[in-house]
């Protein structure tokens, strides 16, 4: 059995890559991006794992148009990572985007094989660290040093599209519980955010890391 340390997931996701996505944030990561909007996913949590097989078929079940990955640090469970998404493609030939905070030149030049096997499923990858001092609107990232790669033909017809922020997705659940996903235009939102709704720091309020 193949585990994977998962902190949220969300079936239909429509501003974390082209359509709507099924979208797995993954928990854990080691390059601590000052700024991350979701610090709870940070710490590694072995208590949050899931079947890798169980989670494929959940995800090839929905009508999601893709799959995205994010985190935490998708690449620190890369061998998990492919395997979820080899998985996912037995069942349906989803498109698959990932977020990264290393660069693709350093995955390819110093990656893990299992990272390398990350890198080889994907049809999207937006790389780089998160860095506040450079936000800005753009097509799924967080800060302008972060790049989108496409890493096959699938979505090449992307490629000259305009490279603005999509904007968020907003939902309030049946407990009133606030929820929002997506990469904010603006530095600083989460407390923005919190200061106005009067929220204190806590998984009630699920955030997707400013990516």
């Not at 998984?203 to 997707?208: S, V």
């Amino acid at each position: 059995m193949t585990l994977l340390d998962v902190a949220e997931t969300h079936p239909a996701c429509t501003v974390l890559g082209p359509g709507s996505r099924y979208v797995v944030w993954v928990q854990g990561c080691g390059i601590g991006c000052a700024g991350c909007v979701s610090p709870q996913w940070i710490p590694v949590d072995h208590s949050r794992a899931r079947d890798v097989a169980g989670l494929a078929d959940d995800i090839a079940g929905r009508a999601a148009d893709g799959l995205t990955i994010s985190g935490g640090e998708p690449f620190a469970q890369a061998d998990a990572v492919a395997a979820l998404i080899a998985a996912v493609r037995e069942r349906r030939d989803l498109s698959v985007m990932s977020y990264t905070g290393y660069t693709l030149e350093h995955l390819r030049a110093h990656g893990s094989p299992g990272q390398h096997r990350l890198l080889g499923s994907l049809d999207l990858l937006v790389d780089g660290p998160y860095l506040a001092h450079r936000q800005a609107a753009l097509r799924w990232r967080g800060s302008a040093n972060q790049r989108l790669h496409f890493l096959t033909g699938r979505h090449a017809g992307l490629r000259d599209a305009p490279d603005h922020s999509a904007g968020l997705q907003i939902e309030v659940a049946a407990d009133e519980t606030v929820r929002w996903l997506g990469v904010p235009a603006v530095a600083g939102f989460r407390q923005w955010i919190e200061d106005r709704l009067g929220l204190v720091p806590s998984d009630t309020f699920q955030r997707e890391q400013n990516r």
